[in-house]
């Protein structure tokens, strides 16, 4: 496959042109979300960058397989194998099942995943469904000499692997630096030190998702689990693996380490990851009072926002930065984003009402180029939006007549618009549903005004049939003197 597609590799630290290992099939995992609360906006970037990749890969002619993970057990509160699991202590705040939890804050992932009109992965695995896999996997990697067992459960050996790997190549921390700068905290004195991690715990009898093994009734480490699920479904050796830059250490580190101690070579050929949100210039926590949760920006029931911002807003801010730059949400930032939204939905309206003539004054030719190199230099998003308002304003110069197109290049302006805008960006119009409210407004009155004829013309079987069949449509009459109301039955 022809393509001169290049992408930020964090591996390498430096682009590289983008090349499968078995085209037209390319391979990509994500690290999803770990459903003990709603989705935030933290969600929302990479949710938005890696579909806007899963999006141009397809549009270049890959197949793509993309696999997006659901963490639904092993995830502690600290990254340090320490503290409660996240989902069962909500489980136990809120007097629920350990699974009632995930289920619903699952659904709530996928609806706001819907909202922000990003494609569904390929496959979806959860962490609770591949037990037996992380366990099989952890087995090679005891059997490869690079992990150990202590009361019932086992641990990566970091210094071992270092011996022959090399232990923080993706995030560039040191090892030395790692023992200097590590303390060995209360209760790990387990681990041989403390920098290794958690490969299987043994559970504490009051722990609720424990599954049994040969070292113990237990769970798996946070990390195994993408290690395992990767490989499973793409191939031991794979093309991208993404994720937020805040995952790149410990998770992806450990990540790159089990998977080599257990397979004997490394897995992912492109890491690629998404710099992070601030609100106002600060990092989202929910100690700060900023945690705003995608419903809270959707509704404007959140303090900090002055007014609702639709789904499409949120998708066009995230898109108008740089997936490697940090975005700050700001009321001000929301608002120009929603103005330029608007206006390039404006445009896309506008094109669909010129006129062509025989001949063009506007080079769309050289503008469908930009758009591809744009989005060819690493998904550069913002230059691409850039070229995109330099359409728009082509769009309105012809539309005032100062310049024109000829048909030929209309076709090509209204294809390169409706592939980059819809296709690629993942855009979409929002007044879809207020349409189709007008629709059935308008269906509805045709109806009654059949039916008032009918009255007038004394056929009151049809009358009568009308209002029986509306109703069991779900819209009730009221009769008045000049015609009738309706409403949607409630
Ligand atoms: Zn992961």
């Known amino acids: 496959m022809q393509n001169n597609f290049t992408i930020y590799n964090s591996l390498t630290r430096r682009k590289e042109k983008f090349e499968p290992l078995h085209p037209p099939f390319a391979g990509m995992y994500v690290c999803g979300p770990t459903v003990y609360s709603d989705t935030h906006l933290g969600h929302a970037r990479p949710a938005v960058t890696f579909d806007l990749l899963y999006r141009y890969l397809m549009h270049l002619g890959y197949k793509v397989r993309y696999v997006r993970n659901i963490t639904d057990v ?144 237990g769970f798996p480490g946070w990390h195994l689990e993408c290690s395992v699920m990767s490989t499973k479904y793409l191939g031991e050796v794979f093309d991208i693996h993404g994720g937020g830059m805040d995952l790149l250490f410990p998770h992806h580190e450990c990540e790159i380490a089990q998977s080599a101690a257990a397979l004997g070579h490394e897995s992912v050929r492109y890491w690629v990851h998404n710099n992070m949100i601030t609100i106002n210039g600060q990092k989202m926590a929910r100690s700060l009072g900023n945690f705003i949760t995608l419903d809270q920006l959707f509704s404007g029931d959140h303090p900090l926002l002055d007014q609702p911002y639709s789904p499409m807003t949120i998708r066009f801010f995230i898109l108008q930065a740089h997936y490697r730059s940090t975005v700050d949400f700001s009321n001000e930032a929301l608002k120009a984003s929603e103005k330029g939204f608007q206006r390039l939905m404006k445009a896309v309206e506008t094109l669909g009402m010129i006129k062509p003539s025989d001949k063009s004054t506007v080079d ?127």
């Not at 150990?148 to 995030?171: I, M, T």
């Not at 629709?439 to 009255?455: E, S, T, W, Y």
């Open 364 to 490: 769309i030719q050289r503008l469908r180029k930009s758009c591809y190199e744009a989005m060819d230099d690493d998904m550069n998003t913002p230059v691409l939006l850039s070229n995109l308002f330099e359409g728009v304003k082509i769009i309105n110069s012809v539309k005032d007549g100062s310049e024109r197109i000829s048909s030929a290049d209309l076709e090509s302006l209204t294809t390169l618009f409706r592939e980059f805008i819809f296709g690629i960006l993942g855009l979409r119009e929002e007044e879809d549903a207020r349409q189709d409210d007008r629709l059935i407004g308008n269906l509805v009155k045709i109806i009654i005004d059949l039916r008032q004829a009918a009255k007038v013309n004394r056929d009151f079987s049809t009358s009568d049939r009308i209002r029986q069949d509306l109703k069991d449509a779900g819209v009730v009459l009221n009769d008045k003197k000049d015609g009738a109301d309706w409403e949607l039955e409630k």
């Open 74 to 217: 092993g995830h502690l509160e600290n990254d340090a194998d320490e503290g409660e699991d996240k989902i069962e202590k909500k489980a136990r705040l809120e007097h629920l099942e350990p699974m009632e939890v995930v289920q619903m804050y699952m659904n709530t992932f996928h609806r706001n995943m819907d909202q922000l009109n990003t494609l569904k992965p390929s496959i979806e695995p959860r962490a609770s469904g591949h037990i037996i896999e992380q366990q099989e996997f952890i087995r090679r990697i005891i059997d490869n000499g690079f992990a150990y067992e202590v009361n019932g459960s086992v641990y990566f050996n970091v210094e071992k692997y270092s011996r022959q790997y090399n232990y923080g190549k993706l995030s560039g921390r040191v090892l030395d630096e790692l023992m200097a700068n590590t303390r060995t905290l209360e209760g790990q004195d387990e681990k041989k030190n403390p920098f290794d991690f958690a490969l299987w715990k043994k559970a504490s009898p009051e722990h609720i998702m424990k599954w049994p093994s040969g070292w113990s009734e």
